[in-house]
């Protein structure tokens, strides 16, 4: 079996196949800032105009509705034209919905700002469309999930700016008068109030159009890849009859409607939640605004993280069986997969591969919950794995397949033949990979 390890993840590897690559992938951190500087202002939106909950919601449905509206249009052009061209639409899209900020503040109303962020995420729908298989197509195919996973981890750190660029220079910034408060205003006091307010509410998405237009500009310029879609033309009723009896298909899709429903919701309402949760502990409005985010970019950065960590897994794991050690259906089915992942630890080459002895083994996953453990690997990758290893623990603390899979792994090791022992740890003496045993576990 051919090593995907040995093959460059981006092209050639050269730098005329890693400009497109990173070009392409600063697209992800684009849509990422969009949909989270957006999503903490359906609260600023009701305070701002004085609405209900309910009403400022309607940004969240003008902003998906864009990608849904756009999702099989994106698709047909890019299949007409190329994914180059879809990149560039949907990057003109993008500034032009963020340049509609400005009238629509003029005019000093609700709704033009729903026209402008569904012109906006219309924008999005082509990027994304456009963006996920070009990547795939900037290379092997057998580093595609790799290369896919890197780009797809620059999406969350887009996600984490636009959630600070919402606290920093929106949220702090606007008038420090509450809800209540506003609601006893004049007509001429509130109309102060609110221009002052979008004032402060448009700047970030001016400036995210400039950047837009920017790169739409350095897309159009720098050489990229002529690759299309070339499965030929859409069969569009046949094609959706012909997927929806494909049983893992159809339920995949039902996971995901649901999936991207909750997640929405959470990231939207908790600004609500923790608004009240914090104001009832006596805090002011805007005060508590500020500290809901603070926490939601907090959650972020635990997704970003492990966005780049599970990329990095990916050189090892097969991504089915990776998705299925994160969140098995069963226990035995942890076992096996745990036991499997034994099979590639004493299979592939290392340099000294340290597990402590330190874990509780009485009781091999409760015993762990308070235990110590620790990976070094000397050489290489041995930091990266050392400190998320150790990040991971904190995030999982309350048992999670990680720490299984430690646990395992100290088994394993202080029963293995393979190696010696220094210190009261096990030394790898692997030199060598034993192409079948890796072969097996990665089909």
């Known amino acids: ?24 992938t600063f697209c992800f951190a684009l849509w990422g800032f969009a949909n989270d500087v957006t999503t903490p202002l359906v609260k600023s939106f009701s305070k701002i105009f004085r609405m209900s909950v309910t009403e400022g919601t309607l940004v969240q449905v003008a902003f998906y509705g864009g990608y849904f509206a756009m999702a099989f249009p994106a698709a047909m052009f890019i299949r007409r034209y190329s994914y180059k061209a879809g990149v560039m639409l ?6 032009l919905g963020a340049f509609l900020f400005f009238p629509a503040k003029m ?68 008038h420090p008068l509450d809800t209540a408060g506003r609601a006893l205003l004049s007509g001429s006091e509130f ?47 046949p094609t959706l009859k012909r997927l929806v009896a494909v049983r893992r298909y159809r339920e995949g899709v039902v996971a995901q409607f649901f999936y991207v429903g909750a997640q929405i919701m959470c990231w ?55 998705l299925r050690t994160l969140e098995p259906s069963t226990a035995t089915e ?27 083994m009485d ?17 290489g990758h041995g930091s990266i794995i050392r400190q998320s290893v150790r990040l991971l623990e904190g995030i999982l603390n309350s048992g999670g397949q990680l720490r299984r899979t430690l646990i395992l792994i100290h088994q394993v090791s202080t029963r293995s033949d393979r190696g010696t022992r220094t210190n009261g740890c096990y030394q790898s003496n692997t030199k060598h990979i034993l192409p079948d045993i890796f072969h097996t576990f990665l089909i």
């Open 334 to 360: 942890a076992e096996e997969i745990l036991e499997r992942v034994h099979i590639l630890l004493t299979a592939v080459p290392v340099r000294g591969l340290r597990v402590s002895r330190g874990l509780d």
């Open 90 to 95: 949907g990057l003109g899209l993008y500034a």
């Open 107 to 174: 005019t000093g109303d609700y709704y033009p700002f729903l026209i402008a962020y569904f012109i906006l995420t219309c924008g999005l729908s082509f990027l994304e469309t456009s963006c996920n298989p070009y990547i795939l197509s900037m290379g092997a195919e057998e580093t595609a999930t790799r290369r896919l996973n890197l780009a797809q981890a620059f999406n969350p750190m887009g996600a984490l700016l636009g959630m600070y660029v919402a606290m920093e220079f929106i949220q702090r910034r606007l």
């Open 191 to 237: 109309e102060a109030v609110r221009d002052a307010d979008l004032e402060t509410l448009i700047a970030p998405y001016l400036v995210v159009g400039l950047v837009t237009l920017s790169m739409l500009v350095l897309v159009r310029l720098v050489r990229m890849p002529r690759h299309r879609d070339t499965s030929g033309k859409i069969d569009f009723l």
């Open 1 to 24: 079996m051919k090593d995907s390890r040995k093959i460059p993840v981006i092209g050639d590897g050269t730098w005329a196949a890693v400009v497109p690559f990173a070009l392409i």
């Open 363 to 379: 009781n091999p996953v409760d015993g762990a919950l308070g235990g110590r453990s620790e990976i070094d690997i000397l050489g």
């Open 268 to 322: 939207t309402f908790i600004i609500q939640y923790g608004t009240r949760l914090f104001m009832s502990m006596g805090m002011a409005e805007q005060a508590a605004e500020v500290r809901s985010q603070q926490f939601n970019i907090a959650a972020m950065a635990v997704f970003c993280v492990s966005r780049f960590i599970c990329t990095f897994l990916l050189r090892f794991f097969n991504s089915g069986l990776l």
